[in-house]
């Protein structure tokens, strides 16, 4: 009989993916705080602000608090898990003649999953550390530093592994397969940068020290950057191999891959304004928040309908999903829902409301927020899916006997 092996065991780097999906899923549950908690004397809500809001909050406030922190405890887990498991999967898969194969080819770019995911833990840690751990803003001067540090290390990681892919692509000519190239898996370094870059504009946004905030300003728009251009090139570039070759199907949850795209850069473009605001005297106004997100959430609505409409056509969500095929890539399906949720929350509470559009808790801000927890709803669901799908159980691959 043949030794029954699981999917994940057949290792491949865009199982770091899972690692990320779940950290996202933590940050959703945060919104929750984020916008319905108040928080009068940080940028954030920390955990005096959310005991403080228990204690005089009404019973439908209460029942939030207990979702948002047993949905962070929950994911963030579910992150270190899948990282720490990652970590050393790839460490043995970086003996084998798959990765020496993978080093060759169109692929090597899923190689920049690994400080994708090593960035989303330290800002999923950087929440669990805000909600759960009391008194941590007293000190939280002295920890930016030390997650700058994180990032730029993290950031010297992606930079090197792009720095050898584009070498090894451009020195010579036939080095990259362009009839691979049809779908948007190329703009995984883009993610890798923009999400590193993300972090980096955390202490932008909620540091008092001017230094601290010059800093994070100026290297987080350098990933920035150097994400939105390459995201530009990797994305005329693939478009042009998929009017020619049509969309690879296992591939095809990377067309929504400019959904997470846009909410990080969208993040952090709010995150540098607020600390330019804060510390260096500039000033957005609010008509001006509310076109850049409106603008930003039109894009992920025009990428989440393209991707439907291929996976659909090529029945994806049958094949993959839902039935008994099984794709890695399957876990990219997760960032876009996270992503949409996330700068939902965004819009309509710092775009909608704070342009007087709608009002706090009104029944169309419900409406509207309906609308982003039912993406967030559905992704916890595709994850527990996902999770079982490919590190469950292993099934035996040949019939057994009878006796």
Known sequence: ???????????????????????????????????????????????????????????????AIVIAMTGIAVFAF??????????????????????????????????????????????????????????????????????????VLIAGLALREIGVFLGRI????????????????????????AMTGVGLAAPAAMSTNPTTVGVALILSTFLATASTIYAAIALITAMSSMLHHGTAKEAA??????????????????RQDHGLHTTFGGHTTTADTLMFLARFVS??????????????????????????????????????????????????????VAAQIIDKFSPAYWGLTAVALTAQAAMVLLVFRLNRQHFGRPRSTAAVPAE
């Open 1 to 63: 009989m043949t030794q029954p092996t699981r999917p994940a065991d057949r290792y491949t780097p865009l199982y770091f993916l899972s690692s990320v999906g779940a950290g996202g899923l933590a940050v959703t549950f945060f919104m929750y705080l984020m916008f319905w908690v108040p928080h009068p004397d940080a940028p954030v809500p920390v955990f005096n602000d959310i005991l403080a809001a228990w204690s005089t909050g009404t019973p439908p406030r209460q029942i």
């Open 78 to 151: 579910l992150n270190i898990k899948a990282l720490l498991w990652n970590l050393a999967a790839f460490a043995e898969f970086a003996r084998t003649e798959a990765y020496t194969a993978l080093r060759q080819s169109n692929a090597e770019a899923t190689l920049l999953a690994r400080p994708l995911a090593l960035a989303m833990s330290v800002n999923a840690l950087f929440i669990v550390g805000l909600v759960f751990v009391p008194d941590l803003w007293n000190i939280v001067e002295y920890l930016f530093p030390a997650a700058m540090l994180a990032f």
């Open 170 to 193: 451009l020195s010579s000519g036939g080095a990259f397969d362009m009839t691979q190239h049809n779908s948007f898996g190329q703009l995984l370094p883009a993610f890798a940068l």
């Open 253 to 270: 949850p990377t067309l929504m891959i400019v959904v997470p795209l846009m909410t990080i850069l969208g993040i952090l473009i709010m």
């Open 299 to 352: 894009v992920q609505l025009l990428f989440l309908a393209l991707g439907l409409v291929v996976m659909t056509r090529q029945g994806y969500f049958k094949s993959f999903v839902f039935g008994h095929k099984t794709s890695p890539g399957s876990y990219a399906l997760v960032c876009p829902g996270v992503a949409f949720q996330v700068l939902m929350f965004f819009f309509i509470n710092k775009g909608l």
